[in-house]
């Protein structure tokens, strides 16, 4: 293993001058491309599991990192790479029998209606391939996303992603946004009587509005659960109802497993099944965890689907794309996930965190709303129980003293309030109990006078002045 040559401090100004273009205001640094706790990064020299260790060989436990998805550094992983590696690595344009193996081990995974496979290296990639696959299919434009959205850094997902384009030049016109079916403070909320139909409906009136303009619908496109849209779990059923007028249009359903696809949910290997067996999305994509933190990904699709990309006579061809190396890995991932038996661990540890996070939301009113599947877990923190205001300076406070307690978590959400649980799938009931008696500790106070967060007397701490 290489030495952590360079000090902490020598890294961050190194980093500061060379990647992406640094802003300076007000003692704030701000910079294209972010690192995690900016005014006090952590530097990461190597990770085990759910582990990750700094330059001074400090144990931090990682309860984001949903691309380390068998667990970081993971010793059969690392083989599978390595033994590939020393015997082949090239494109797909030879006979590779990584590559249909690893095919044929996707689609056993998924339902039949979607057997037709391509590679690619990145979610972006891949969510990009799929509206070209949409467009192609249905001849139509336009796409309809939901509200907070974020389904990559390409143009043209930039395009399709709000979260995005709200702070750019805007939405395109071929871009419809519809409200995000998210029942603790979304526009139907757990009182409504039917917010599955309503939140349906709310599609159906865009597509609707967009006919009326002469706009054709050619894909609906959705993370299976939205995760930067703050970890929700749309109700069951929304995604028949919406499929059913997006087809209808003659559009396609797009499903993005990119972040929350592999077992994540425990009793499901793709998020999409929560919504129950009778829904089958036209494409899926994933990505992120598919490589244990190789870049792969994957484009999922029906026969149909693939047949019309396929008559426009114009090659699909990724250089990388379904390499050997890549194909080893995914298969591997796969290896893993059955011989650890992984979905069944996230569905008991996550059941497990999920009742320890709930007992804490009857202590410490700053906590509104638990909710989750298996290892996908969102904690949305409030002001006020009225008002569902997000608590949005307190959850940075919390992660920020989290990590101070060596504990990694993050906030998502478009008020930045919900606290995202998707650490590595071996994450145990340890960890749970540790990262839970630690969040009750710090909510509490009892280790920082300064910090009230209980009752919502915020006063800022070290931490919240520095930037
Ligand atoms: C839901 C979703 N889709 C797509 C992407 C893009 O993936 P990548 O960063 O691998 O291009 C991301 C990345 O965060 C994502 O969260």
Redesign the pocket.
């Known amino acids: 293993m290489r030495p952590a040559q360079r000090s902490r401090q020598e890294t961050l100004a190194l980093r500061r001058q060379l990647i992406g273009l640094l802003l300076l205001s007000d003692a704030c640094h701000s910079s294209s491309c972010k690192l995690f706790f900016s005014n006090d990064p952590v530097k990461i020299v190597k990770a085990k599991g759910q582990y990750m260790y700094d330059e001074n060989g400090r144990r931090y436990l990682d309860c984001i990192n949903n691309v380390a998805h068998v667990g970081h550094c993971h010793p059969d992983i690392v083989k599978a790479a390595h033994e590939q590696n020393q015997l082949l690595n090239t494109n797909s344009r030879y006979l590779h029998d990584n590559l249909v193996d690893y095919a044929e081990r996707l689609s056993k995974t998924l339902p039949e209606k979607l057997c037709i496979f391509y590679f690619l290296n990145?979610?972006?990639e891949a969510?990009d391939l799929a509206l070209r696959l949409a467009r192609q299919y249905t001849r139509h434009e336009d796409v309809i996303v939901l509200d907070h959205a974020?389904?990559?850094?390409l143009t043209s997902l930039i395009d399709i992603s709000p979260y995005k384009f709200r702070n750019l030049e805007g939405q395109k016109e071929w871009v419809h946004v519809a409200p995000v079916p998210d029942t603790y403070r979304g526009l139907y909320r757990e009182d409504h009587e039917d917010s599955v139909t309503a939140y349906a409906n709310e599609v159906k009136n865009i597509i609707e509005q967009a006919h009326k303009r002469g706009r054709k619908i050619a894909a609906f496109f959705v993370?299976s659960l939205p995760?930067?849209g703050g970890q929700i779990i749309p109700p069951a059923g929304y995604f028949q109802k919406v499929a059913e007028h997006v087809h209808k249009a003659g559009g396609v359903f797009i499903a993005?497993e990119?972040?929350v696809g592999f077992g994540r949910v425990g009793k499901h290997f793709w998020a999409f099944q929560l919504q129950g067996e009778d829904f089958i999305p036209d494409i899926v994509t994933m990505?992120?965890p598919i490589g244990n933190g190789h870049p792969i990904?994957c484009v999922a699709t029906t026969k149909e689907i693939a047949e019309a990309f396929a008559a426009t006579g114009v090659e699909y061809f990724n250089t990388f794309g379904g390499n050997p190396v890549s194909c080893a890995i995914g298969l591997a991932v796969l290896d893993v996930i059955e011989k650890e038996h992984l979905q069944a661990h996230a569905t008991e540890v996550g059941n497990f965190l999920m009742k320890l996070l709930k007992e804490q939301k009857m202590k410490h009113p700053i906590i509104g709303d638990v909710r989750g599947s298996g290892l996908f877990i969102g904690v949305d923190l409030i002001k006020d129980q009225a008002e569902r205001t997000p608590a949005t300076a307190e959850a940075e406070y919390l992660i920020t003293r989290l990590k101070e307690e060596y504990i990694l978590l993050s906030t998502d959400g478009p008020g930045r309030n919900v606290l995202k649980f998707k650490p590595p799938m071996c994450f145990s009931m340890e960890d749970a109990k540790f990262v839970v008696d630690t969040i009750d500790k710090l909510l509490t106070g009892s280790t920082d006078q300064n910090c009230l967060i209980e009752g919502c007397c915020w006063t800022a701490s070290k931490s919240m002045l520095s930037c």
């Open positions: 990145s979610g972006s969510n974020y389904h990559g850094h993370e995760s930067v993005d990119i972040q990505g992120k990904a």
